[in-house]
């Protein structure tokens, strides 16, 4: 009986010293891959003698990754896809605050799958890319007109373009609105692209490829004093190219990745020329940058960066000084950006630092006070104040602003 009994001690031991060691090579492999790294340290800014005002513009209800303002003031919004319910993805705040599903409940349910970013256009139509769950399923751009809600343009994107484990972060039109560019930041596949669709024939091309400017380096973000990711940093929030905007001419595509401590540009003429000079030599370093999910530009040639540590709004001014446009701990990992009529530029948030493992849109909306607003930086002096509940926020900086 002993040699039976010592017989299923050796064999279930062996069996659990396996798969001890089967589970450990896969947290290394994950942990090389996906997880260590360093803070994303914070970038020298210049101080200033007054901070701009921020006006609540809604409570939200929930986390807005990316947002549009139509000429109107009305925001439009895209679910972080972590809080993403049937039928609730995309929504419209119409400018009495009132919030609801673009275009309907129905259509989301059945068409819409998981957005993850957005941009607007002269025409009033809002275009719409969607990942499908890191290209589990093939990507989509569709455009919706905003007047009626009407789906007008639909266009799938095959696997020789966006291959699994992708995720579309961000998107730009041309100033003719004929070249729609799209950031994929591929936080699981690692090789993030930028995408253009050349709305004139229909043909795609890949730009920046495996280049070291849209890569994520082994930085990760850190709010609060609460490191983003899992247990341990085995597995980090680490994207690459995940922001765009258009310089103040439209000639030039400005872009940032989250996990990289440079801004860069590069002219769209050249970007667009295959027989061009070499990619180094077109691309241009703007500036040091924090961890930022978010960029947008105005007219005057200042770029502003959503800091996420920080929880405050950079402006990089033309001769390259960097200053805060409201204090440190205003928002909670801002998100979304984007220039208003009047020279606002509003702000979205998602703080998605605040449950640290397991988050829920209920932890979300339970501790983490979020919000939509904006600034306008022509008035003389005022203080972040009343940041409180999920909403949208606008500031005014004086400046009219790149759309979308």
Known sequence: MSRVIDFFVT???????????MVSAVIFAVFVRYGGGTILEAVEVQPTAFY?????VVEAGVP??????????????????????????????????????????????????????????ARGYLWIAEDHMFGLEP??????????????????IG?????????????????DGMQLFVADSSPLRLTPILLQWDLNNGQFATHL?????????????????????????????????????LSENGQSLIYASAAHNGLFSIPLNDLMDANGPSTEA?????????????????????????????????????????????????????????????????????????????QALSDVLDNAPLGLGRWLASQA????TDVGKLGVWRIDVGVAGQPG
């Open 52 to 56: 701009r005002p921020v006006e609540r």
């Open 209 to 245: 490829t495996r280049h070291s400017s849209i890569q994520a380096q082994r930085y990760h973000a850190q709010v609060d004093d609460i490191p983003f990711g899992a247990p341990l940093r085995i597995k980090v929030h680490r994207e690459g190219l995940n922001a765009l905007a």
């Open 139 to 156: 990507a989509k751009i569709m455009a919706i007109d905003i007047d009626n809600g009407r789906v007008v343009v639909e266009q799938v």
């Open 159 to 175: 696997r020789d373009r966006l291959p699994r484990g992708s995720m579309l972060s961000d998107m730009v039109l041309s100033p």
């Open 11 to 21: 064999f279930l031991s062996s069996r659990v010293l396996a798969l001890v060691f």
């Open 282 to 358: 077109r691309i241009s370093k703007l500036s040091k940058k924090p961890w930022s999910e978010a960029i947008a530009t105005d007219f005057a040639g200042n770029v502003y960066l959503a800091d996420t540590s920080a929880g405050q709004i950079l402006r990089l001014a033309p001769n390259g000084q960097l200053t805060a446009l409201v204090p440190e701990g205003t928002f909670r990992w801002p998100s979304g950006l984007a220039f208003g009529p009047g020279g606002y530029l509003y702000v979205s948030e998602t703080a998605l630092h605040i449950p640290r493992w397991r």
């Open 381 to 384: 002096r005022g203080s972040a």
């Open 64 to 121: 807005l990754r990316r947002i549009v303002v139509a000429p109107d003031q009305s925001v439009y919004g895209v679910v972080h896809p972590k809080f993403q319910q049937d039928d609730l993805k995309l929504v419209k705040i119409a400018p009495d605050g009132e919030i609801s599903p673009f275009p309907n409940e129905d259509w989301q349910r059945v068409v819409l799958k998981r957005p993850t970013a957005l941009t607007i256009d």
